[in-house]
T-cell receptor, first 114, second 109 residues
């Protein structure tokens, strides 16, 4: 019962470096999301996808790019990391026809940008 | 703007009852959610309210008043494992989730 899996769990980057966070879900969910969580703030939506091959901007998309080439995978890229992107990143997925809209979260990826 | 307010931190005693409040101002309303998040872990779904009233699920209950823009999560018979952050989130008219900053609940023996 893997659910939603994120890799890597931890990463330290230098300013200007690039990296990709991988999210994989095995529940055949249509919707996938990338959030960031910072102290004293609510979860903020970066990008989301409503199906394979589609992506859309969330509340805080600047500095990030995403791709959903396969239904089960959702990649989050940082092209040129900045200290302001130090955060915990959560991937989540949900069913399209789920009335309650329950989100299933991955365990999080803790990113530090020096 | 859209806003979700909940207390930053609360303390309660093992075996007691605690009520965590959430007030919201959003562009439209398509449901209110409560999630539990233990330190260093992912949020997990607790409850969903879309109509006014109380929804009970074991030791946890959630209440909603749409006219007041208000919800609370009630935890009964508190256990040490209930020490966690509790996140309130509202789905707005665009079906986007707006999240509160969370309430850290500390349970003391």
């Amino acid at each position: 019962n893997a659910g939603v899996t994120q890799t890597p769990k931890f990463r330290v980057l230098k300013t200007g470096q690039s990296m990709t966070l991988l999210c994989a879900q095995d529940m055949n969910h249509e919707y996938m999301y990338w959030y960031r969580q910072d102290p004293g703030m609510g979860l903020r939506l970066i990008h989301y996808s409503v199906g394979e091959g589609t992506t859309a901007k969330g509340e805080v998309p600047d500095g990030y790019n995403v791709s959903r080439l396969k239904k089960q995978n959702f990649l989050l890229g940082l092209e040129s990391a900045a200290p302001s992107q130090t955060s915990v990143y959560f991937c989540a997925s949900s069913r399209r026809d789920e009335v309650t809209g329950e989100l299933f979260f991955g365990e999080g990826s803790r990113l530090t940008v020096l | 703007g859209q806003n979700i307010d909940q207390p930053t931190e609360m303390t309660a005693t093992e075996g007691a009852i605690v009520q965590i409040n959430c007030t919201y101002q959003t562009s439209g309303f398509n449901g209110l959610f409560w999630y539990q998040q233990h330190a260093g872990e992912a949020p997990t779904f607790l409850s969903y309210n879309v109509l006014d009233g109380l929804e009970e699920k074991g030791r946890f209950s959630s209440f909603l008043s749409r006219s007041k823009g208000y919800s609370y999560l009630l935890l009964k018979e508190l256990q040490m494992k209930d020490s966690a952050s509790y996140l309130c989130a509202v789905m707005d008219s665009n079906y986007q989730l707006i999240w509160g900053a969370g309430t850290k609940l500390i349970i003391k023996p």
